[in-house]
């Protein structure tokens, strides 16, 4: 019986310790590129995260990544600024239509003809209307001339005669017969000329041909727009405001082309509505504008003499959030960023004035931003 006991204990002995020192051996893991993927990835909490709040942690290695630069907000007194819809027109005094007067075949000029987009000097011949009529009306022109020419054959052999009688024959006689002479030989070179005459299209102002309309050999009528020149640094803007009180108080004005804020004179505002609209025009001058076309559509940023209490943040700061909100990243923290919902007004169309949601002092994401947005 005593025999039995011990040999149970000494199995027993044996598990407890195979148990053991299975469990006190390390963890046996797959190679690199054999594992299976089921085990999830810690996350690192040095990275940039977003917060259960709202707010975004950003280490200060990610925002120089990131390229990350703020604005410190300051308050001031800022005109309160609309934004109109606005229209670019050529300028009078810097453009102007190239028209043919008559109707005909169009032939190319010395350099033949121009294209759109092509310098052209004042003055310059751009194209020729070769003048073109009724059937009738070259027979009736033809046949006219055809007597002119034969009545100045008479009148010159009269001449000649009277010349040799020049002792016999009063003086009068042979004036009148001279002047009978020229006078249907100017007549037979001015119907002569209106049989093959051409009218010259000249450029009248130096500029950019801004549209062509016609090829070589096409006719066109009368008054028929052939050319349009525009000086591109030397534009016009107009826009048009429902309000017509806001004539009246025009302090300023400015137009955005890409990240380029271009200001705009004022000229003065229309006293007849179009489309129930009155317009307003604006004189541009920068080479910044050539990178704009007649008739393209611009917001025209009009600030008044009204002024608000707001702070002026770069346009390029304002994000959306999820809930169509306009939203401002803001620097609370060396490397924590905090959403913030505000309102705002246009001020120049580079800058916005924050009315509401953000305070003096505060720095503000401006490059980068968008970046910041994404984090999740």
């Not at 000494?10 to 310790?17: D, I, M």
């Not at 119907?191 to 096409?218: D, K, T």
């Not at 346009?315 to 609370?332: E, F, G, H, R, Y």
């Amino acid at each position: 019986m005593s025999k039995k006991k011990t040999s149970f204990n000494r199995s027993g002995l044996a598990l407890a310790a195979t148990l053991l020192m299975a469990l006190s051996a390390p963890l046996v893991q797959a190679g690199p590129g054999h594992d299976h993927g089921d085990a999830p990835a810690a996350p690192s909490a040095n990275g940039p995260q977003r917060l259960p709040d709202g707010s975004v942690f950003l280490p200060k290695p990610a925002q120089r990544q990131l390229g990350l630069r703020t604005w410190m907000a300051e308050s001031s007194a800022l005109p309160r600024t609309l934004e109109l819809s606005g229209t670019v027109v050529m300028d009078p005094n810097a453009g102007g239509l190239v028209q043919a007067l008559v109707a005909g075949r169009i032939e190319p000029g010395p350099r033949g003809l121009p294209q759109a987009g092509q310098a052209v000097r004042k003055g310059e011949v751009l194209a020729y209307v070769r003048a073109a009529g009724a059937p009738i009306e070259l027979a009736n022109q033809a046949a006219q001339l055809a007597e002119l020419r034969a009545a100045r054959s008479l009148a010159d052999k009269r001449l000649a005669r009277l010349r040799e009688l020049a002792d016999t024959v009063p003086r009068r006689e042979i004036e009148a017969a001279e002047s009978e002479a020229a006078s249907l030989a100017e007549r037979a070179a001015a119907v002569a000329g209106g049989l093959s005459s051409r009218e010259a299209l000249v450029a009248p102002v130096a500029g950019v041909i801004a549209s062509a309309n016609v090829v070589s050999g096409q006719v066109v009528d009368a008054r028929e727009r052939v050319f349009e020149i525009v000086d591109p640094q030397r534009l016009r803007i107009e826009a048009l405001a429902y309000d017509s009180a806001l004539a009246l108080d025009v302090g300023a004005a400015a137009l955005t082309v890409g990240e380029q804020r271009v200001p705009l004179s004022f000229i003065g505002a229309a006293r007849s509505l179009r489309e129930q609209a009155l317009p307003l025009s604006f004189r541009a001058e920068s080479a910044a504008l050539a990178g704009l076309a007649l008739g393209q559509p611009v917001r025209v940023f009009v600030q008044t003499r009204t002024r608000i209490t707001a702070l002026a943040v770069p346009a390029a700061a304002l994000l959306k959030n999820p809930a169509n909100q306009n939203i401002l990243w803001v620097k609370t923290a060396p490397e924590r960023f905090e959403p913030r919902v505000v309102t705002v007004q246009p001020l120049d169309g580079v800058q916005l004035a924050v009315t509401s949601g953000l305070q003096a002092g505060e720095r503000v994401a401006v490059q980068g931003a968008t970046l910041i947005n994404q984090i999740r």
